[in-house]
């Protein structure tokens, strides 16, 4: 599987997040493109602008599909999200699997060292969501305590340049360590897990998600 497809896959993925998050918010369908972009492109731009490269979403039209799509789908509520936020987070996750692994193959490609490429693979994975977040009012995921968000994705990015500097990544591994990434991802939230927070104490029942 080429990077173009992974990049547009992980693109849609988190597309569909901001679009479902827009529904949520009451935004309009212009909203809903403009968020849906936002998330699916935003850490990719951060990546290649970091590199020092023109951003692929800048080069290629294509890049603009996923957003579009994602829009359509959700004005038609052929995706909606329900009463418990299920189908945002897992689409979140999935694009967070998915740019986590795109993101470091694209620094490692670049010439970087390897800590330098994982942490740029996290990079990728967190900035969209982070952007999708803050446009909308709401706590960003990777600051929320009910669920771990950077963890997966710098076990994945970390994963991913190991493999890598072993030239053990191909196709084979790269799905293994997605599904991976989203397998913890999903779990963190079922089960609620999380870090320890910042000023001690434990998270309570009224706590928002």
Known sequence: MSMLILDLLGTFFFAVSGSLLAARKKFDV???LLLASLVGLGGGVSRDVIIGQVPNAFLQPVYLVPPLLATMLVATRLVRETRVRRPLLLFDAAGL?????VGTITAH?????AVSAALLGLTTAVGGGVMRDVVANEVP????????YAI??????SLTVLTLELGWFGVVA???IAVFVFV????????????PLAG??????DDSR
């Open 109 to 113: 490609q670049a010439g970087l060292h």
């Open 30 to 32: 212009v909203g809903s």
């Open 184 to 195: 913890l991802r999903v779990l963190s939230i079922r089960l609620e897990w999380h870090v």
């Open 200 to 205: 001690g104490g434990t998270i309570r029942n």
């Open 97 to 101: 699997a998915l740019f986590c692994i």
């Open 152 to 157: 997966p994705a710098m076990l994945g990015s």
């Open 174 to 176: 790269g799905c293994l």
């Open 141 to 148: 995921q990777v600051f929320n305590p009910r669920g771990v």
